[in-house]
């Protein structure tokens, strides 16, 4: 396992791939940087060397606490992180035992910030999401008791399990942070942050995600099996027989939601280049009209560029964003946004390889 020391963004982004013909038909404007698999530790060749800036620090104490027990996972770790620090919200996408919830435990940990799960299943009531009015025998009267969404690090697992009008209790709670029972308006604690997750791979007994639902979420990430290596310390770590829950209490709180509210806070203060918001604009609104793509994606997909880009340039010790923090959000923040055509899915087509070429066809600005 690597020094998490090291895993400061951003390493080198994959090679450019050939010039692809845009979707309308015309020839690409000019080269685009290539679309990575998505959020990484890495996001593309530096500027200028990282300064060790207040953000830095944090995000690298972070990494290095997380990674004592956490293995590999870069995408998940650093696209939730990312999240976090821009006010979002992760669905993750991923087979059954890659330790999502252990993820969520540390990070809660590590984050100094309360921890919260939800299992998602088909009789799932949204009252058992938010909470709901019981009587009081002393006084008669019905006071509000608080559901488990009343805390800072929520995982809703498996949450397709559950039926549209569950889903509809979330949107709210993830949109304006407050719950609304009996015309009356309880506030969540911030940060408040929604992890989900979904398997890929089981569909008896699941339901869509509505588009609202998942407009919702800033990023959808794609968690994949680990690589050898970080496999092979899961299972030394595993092999020594010691109580997970106690590797948990030995981690410290490297922060405070106060302080992740402040540095959120400093994220969006990261400086954009008028060119750099055309460059979002562009490719958020060539989702649209792409031949490939039946539904593009919402206004709300460029808010989520913009400060997912902010929030990679902070990490990388700069107070300016530049394309290359656009490319590397592009596929986590628009994969679940958009619907591919019939003709695409029957050819095989994925909707990453699509936005890849998307991507590339749209000119880079020089800053």
């Given at each position: 396992?690597?020094?998490?020391?090291?895993?400061?963004?951003?390493?080198?982004?994959?090679?450019?791939?050939?010039?692809?013909?845009?979707?309308?038909?015309?020839?690409?404007?000019?080269?685009?940087?290539?679309?990575?698999?998505?959020?990484?530790?890495?996001?593309?060749?530096?500027?200028?060397?990282?300064?060790?800036?207040?953000?830095?620090?944090?995000?690298?104490?972070?990494?290095?606490?997380?990674?004592?027990?956490?293995?590999?996972?870069?995408?998940?770790?650093?696209?939730?992180?990312?999240?976090?620090?821009?006010?979002?919200?992760?669905?993750?996408?991923?087979?059954?035992?890659?330790?999502?919830?252990?993820?969520?435990?540390?990070?809660?940990?590590?984050?100094?910030?309360?921890?919260?799960?939800?299992?998602?299943?088909?009789?799932?009531?949204?009252?058992?999401?938010?909470?709901?009015?019981?009587?009081?025998?002393?006084?008669?009267?019905?006071?509000?008791?608080?559901?488990?969404?009343?805390?800072?690090?929520?995982?809703?697992?498996?949450?397709?399990?559950?039926?549209?009008?569950?889903?509809?209790?979330?949107?709210?709670?993830?949109?304006?942070?407050?719950?609304?029972?009996?015309?009356?308006?309880?506030?969540?604690?911030?940060?408040?942050?929604?992890?989900?997750?979904?398997?890929?791979?089981?569909?008896?007994?699941?339901?869509?995600?509505?588009?609202?639902?998942?407009?919702?979420?800033?990023?959808?990430?794609?968690?994949?099996?680990?690589?050898?290596?970080?496999?092979?310390?899961?299972?030394?770590?595993?092999?020594?027989?010691?109580?997970?829950?106690?590797?948990?209490?030995?981690?410290?709180?490297?922060?405070?939601?106060?302080?992740?509210?402040?540095?959120?806070?400093?994220?969006?203060?990261?400086?954009?280049?008028?060119?750099?918001?055309?460059?979002?604009?562009?490719?958020?609104?060539?989702?649209?009209?792409?031949?490939?793509?039946?539904?593009?994606?919402?206004?709300r997909a460029g808010i989520a560029l913009l400060q997912g880009a902010r929030t990679l340039a902070a990490f990388s010790g700069r107070d300016y964003a530049v394309p290359d923090?656009?490319?590397?959000?592009?596929?986590?923040?628009?994969?679940?946004?958009?619907?591919?055509?019939?003709?695409?899915?029957?050819?095989?087509?994925?909707?990453?390889?699509?936005?890849?070429?998307?991507?590339?066809?749209?000119?880079?600005?020089?800053?």
């Amino acid at each position: 396992m690597s020094d998490p020391s090291s895993e400061s963004i951003p390493p080198s982004a994959p090679e450019a791939a050939p010039a692809a013909t845009r979707g309308d038909g015309q020839a690409p404007a000019a080269s685009a940087p290539p679309a990575s698999a998505g959020v990484s530790a890495a996001v593309g060749p530096e500027v200028v060397s990282p300064e060790l800036t207040p953000v830095k620090q944090l995000y690298d104490r972070i990494l290095a606490e997380i990674r004592k027990i956490y293995v590999g996972q870069d995408e998940l770790v650093v696209g939730t992180l990312v999240a976090l620090f821009s006010g979002g919200h992760v669905l993750i996408e991923s087979v059954p035992g890659l330790g999502k919830t252990l993820f969520v435990r540390t990070l809660g940990r590590v984050l100094g910030c309360k921890f919260g799960r939800i299992q998602f299943t088909a009789d799932l009531m949204p009252s058992d999401i938010t909470g709901s009015p019981i009587l009081d025998a002393r006084t008669q009267d019905f006071r509000f008791r608080p559901g488990p969404v009343f805390t800072q690090l929520l995982l809703a697992d498996e949450i397709n399990r559950s039926p549209a009008k569950t889903h509809a209790a979330l949107l709210e709670i993830m949109q304006e942070y407050r719950v609304t029972v009996d015309n009356a308006s309880h506030r969540l604690e911030r940060p408040f942050l929604v992890l989900a997750t979904q398997n890929p791979i089981e569909s008896e007994g699941t339901y869509n995600l509505p588009e609202a639902q998942l407009d919702r979420f800033m990023l959808k990430i794609v968690a994949e099996y680990p690589a050898a290596a970080e496999e092979h310390e899961i299972l030394r770590m595993h092999s020594e027989q010691v109580d997970f829950d106690l590797r948990l209490d030995e981690l410290r709180p490297v922060t405070t939601p106060a302080e992740i509210l402040s540095v959120t806070q400093t994220c969006g203060q990261v400086r954009i280049d008028p060119k750099l918001i055309d460059y979002i604009n562009r490719i958020v609104r060539l989702t649209r009209d792409w031949q490939q793509i039946h539904l593009g994606a919402s206004p709300r997909a460029g808010i989520a560029l913009l400060q997912g880009a902010r929030t990679l340039a902070a990490f990388s010790g700069r107070d300016y964003a530049v394309p290359d923090d656009v490319a590397q959000i592009v596929l986590p923040a628009l994969r679940h946004r958009v619907i591919l055509t019939a003709e695409a899915e029957v050819e095989g087509r994925r909707v990453d390889e699509v936005l890849a070429e998307l991507l590339r066809s749209v000119e880079v600005p020089r800053l």
